[in-house]
């Protein structure tokens, strides 16, 4: 109880704090709570800073799809039975993804 009080306290103080800015005649009250409840009110090139292209270069590397691989070799051969089976495909997004599973659910009930 006393935790989660000091935490919102901390939370408090952080989302109404004034940021500093680079120009003090425009950027004075810039407050983290109102950026992220009122984003209109403030310009993007705000936020706008170099980026190292080194830098988003790994980060595109790090953030590229994913081959899809199982680790147990047996559960992979089932599953794509159990998908040839009831003529499923692989899903090609998220929402695809829910759709074999809540026919595995379907069938086992």
């Known amino acids: 109880m006393v935790l989660g009080a000091d935490l919102d306290d901390a939370q408090d103080i952080w989302n109404t704090h004034v940021l500093q800015s680079k120009n003090a005649v425009t950027g004075g009250e810039r407050r983290p709570i109102l950026m992220y409840t009122l984003p209109q009110l403030y310009s993007a090139e705000d936020h706008i800073c170099p980026a190292n292209k080194n830098e988003v270069t ?19 051969q089932l599953c794509t039975l159990f998908m040839e089976e009831n003529n499923l495909s692989f899903p090609q997004d998220s929402n695809q993804a829910k759709d074999p599973h809540m026919s595995l659910y379907w069938i086992s009930n």
Request: aromatic share 10%; proline share 5%.
């Open 58 to 76: 790994i980060c595109e590397e790090q953030t590229l799809p994913k081959t899809f691989t199982c680790a147990d070799e047996t559960v992979f």
